[in-house]
């Protein structure tokens, strides 16, 4: 099948071809969940971002608007500026810089993070970046000590 006919084929096959039933009564639930819900948005390179609505608890998306990410939900329209909070300070990141992808970075420490990460993951990555620095010191002093031993010697 080419590629211009899985385009024009509509939600609606593509849910009940993903469900593969041929039960009538499941068949009209997925029709009617596709006719009373929006479509998604596009996916970007990250795919797509979903939460819950705390108004009505429905399906936001995530989406980005001229000042950042922000939570849209698809059913009342309530939207919500996305935060990530630094595990480690208690403060809000700095939102990722227009152009950039998920990139999330704390005002007060190193720590970076992406939409959704938990706090341990966050601290992984954080563990992860001293424990480079570090190796990165020894090489840096290794090779300053083998440098003077040749001069030394030299």
């Excluded at 971002?49 to 429905?58: A, F, I, K």
């Excluded at 608007?65 to 480690?88: M, Q």
Aim: glycine fraction near 8%; include cysteine; hydrophobic fraction near 30%.
């Amino acid at each position: 099948m080419t590629e211009f006919v899985e385009e024009v084929r509509s939600r609606v096959v593509r849910l009940l071809r993903m469900a593969n039933t041929t039960d009538d009564r499941l068949r009209k639930q997925i029709v009617a969940y596709a006719d009373a819900t929006p479509e998604p948005p596009i996916m970007g390179s990250l795919g797509i971002g979903t939460t819950g609505c705390p108004l009505c608890r429905r399906t936001m998306w995530q989406q980005r608007d001229s000042e950042g990410p922000v939570w849209v939900c698809a059913f009342c329209g309530h939207v919500e500026t996305v935060t990530v909070h630094c595990p480690h300070c208690e403060v809000a990141m700095r939102p990722p810089a227009r152009g950039w992808t998920d990139h999330w970075s704390c005002p007060e420490c190193p720590r970076v993070a992406t939409t959704g990460e938990s706090a341990q993951e966050i601290e992984s990555r954080e563990r992860g970046r001293q424990r480079a620095l570090g190796l990165l010191d020894h090489a840096l002093t290794l090779r300053e000590t083998e440098r003077s031993r040749l001069r030394a010697e030299g």
